[in-house]
Structure formats: structure tokens, C-alpha cells
């Protein structure tokens, strides 16, 4: 006689679920990829899909790497040069500065006396074209002061020319005499040759000297003789010149 065993079924408190063999542990932060992980060590002691520096950081608990994990930095390259200015608009950069271009100066050596009628009215006719085209003369009279007679003959000499009044010079450089300035004059390349030069009123006349270049000198008062307290005796002035004459300190470099 068979006898029927009666099933009694378990109640849901004591009915465990039994954890499947392998679980998917779903992505994180901390790993790129699905990790398969064998929860049942009874069944399968190997773990499939283990990455080690999952337990390393995290201790194995899922989501804690996010806070311990050292992140990651790229590498710089080694050509890469940070510069203040990248991505962005350069500023201009400051123009070279311009030289500037030192006035020439204009030098005409005349006499004043009329001993020779033709020297003076080249002296004169010269002196009138250079007034005509504006430009400030430093007028030096070898008359009135023998050292400019020495540093003009000195200038000609150095030429090869002959003493002549009267001469031009501009910026330095020797122009020549009354024909060279009345040719140079009369071609238009006067002009041209006076370029840089400063320029000046025509009608302008210096109220120290009167246009004259010359003032008296202030140590003798024209005398030519100083006299020294300590020797008792007078001495020549040595700050003005044979005529007790100094230039104009007004209207003479």
C-alpha cells in the first residue's frame, strides 16, 4: 500500500531567496564597465570580471571609490607654453619710437666793415636771400672778432679754398660763397639745401644787441682790463675779446 506524503508548503518568513550565482553589479563612477562578481562562494569560489583597483580604493563597497579614488590628470604636453594673452586679442604693440631729427644749424660769416664795397654787398645780398626764405642765421662778423677770422680761415683751409667773404655753412658743411648762394638761390635748390634749418621772423631784431651780435662785455664793462685785489693790480679781461666785445648771448649760439 502506497502512502501518500503530504507536502506541507513553508511560510513566507521562513522561505528564504536564495541569491542567484551571479549578480551584475550595475555601472558607477569609479569603473568604465559591467562587472560580473560570483556572490556564492559555495558554488563558484573564482570571481569573474574582478578589476582590483575596485577593492583597492573602495574596500569593496560599491559607490565608495567616488570619494577616495585620486583623480585622474592628463598629461601636459611638452611643447605647451601657457601665455596670458591665449584665446584672447594681443595688445597692440607700442610703436618704435621716431628719432628726432636735430635742427640744422645755419652759420653765415660776414664783415661789417666797408672797406672792400663788393665784399660787403655780397655780404648783404646774401644775407637777404637767406632772411627771404625764413630761416634763423647765426651771422658770426670776422670784423668785429679776430678768433672768428682764424676759425673761419681754418674751415677754408682744411678745403684747399682760399679766405673769401662771405661764407655759408649748413648743418656742418660748407655751401660755399656769394656765387655758389646766388646760383643755388636763382635754381631753387637754396631751398631744399635749408631744409631742417629753424625758422625765423624776417623782421625780427634782437633787443640786447640790436642785430649788432656784440654786447659789452659785463666783467670790464668793455674795458679789456679786471683789476685784481690781491695782486693790486689790473689784468686783461680774459672773457672778452681785443674790442672788449662778447656775442650775444640772446641771439648767438
Do not use: W
Not at 574582478?50 to 585622474?72: H, Q, V
Not at 631729427?101 to 660776414?110: F, I, K, N
Amino acid at each position: 500500500m502506497i502512502r501518500k506524503l503530504r507536502c506541507h508548503p513553508r511560510k513566507k518568513s521562513q522561505t528564504r531567496s536564495r541569491p542567484p550565482s551571479h549578480s551584475i553589479i550595475p555601472h558607477t563612477s569609479c569603473s568604465s564597465e559591467l562587472r560580473t562578481l560570483d556572490t556564492s562562494p559555495a558554488n563558484s569560489p573564482v570571481q569573474l570580471g574582478r578589476l582590483p583597483e575596485m577593492d583597492d580604493f573602495s574596500g569593496g563597497a560599491p559607490g565608495a571609490c567616488s570619494k577616495n579614488k585620486k583623480p585622474r590628470h592628463l598629461a601636459r604636453s611638452l611643447t605647451y607654453h601657457h601665455h596670458p594673452y591665449q584665446g584672447r586679442h594681443l595688445p597692440p604693440s607700442p610703436a618704435p619710437p621716431t628719432p628726432t631729427q636735430r635742427p640744422q644749424s645755419v652759420v653765415l660769416y660776414t664783415t661789417s666793415l666797408r672797406g672792400v664795397r663788393r665784399t660787403f654787398a655780397d655780404c648783404c645780398a646774401v644775407r637777404a636771400a637767406l632772411r627771404g626764405l625764413r630761416v634763423a642765421v647765426d651771422e658770426r662778423d670776422v670784423s668785429m672778432d679776430a678768433a672768428l677770422r682764424r676759425e673761419l680761415q681754418g674751415i677754408l683751409a682744411a678745403r684747399g679754398r682760399g679766405f673769401s667773404l662771405p661764407q655759408l655753412l649748413v648743418g656742418g658743411t660748407l655751401v660755399g660763397g656769394a656765387d655758389e648762394v646766388r646760383r643755388l638761390h636763382e635754381s631753387g635748390e637754396l631751398r631744399r639745401v635749408l631744409e631742417g634749418a629753424p625758422g625765423q621772423d624776417p623782421a625780427f631784431v634782437c633787443g640786447a644787441c640790436g642785430g649788432f651780435r656784440f654786447v659789452p662785455c659785463n666783467a670790464c664793462d668793455g674795458s679789456r682790463k679786471v683789476f685784481v685785489e690781491e695782486e693790486g693790480r689790473a689784468r686783461r679781461c680774459i672773457e672778452c675779446n681785443e674790442n672788449g666785445l662778447v656775442r650775444c648771448p640772446n641771439c648767438c649760439s
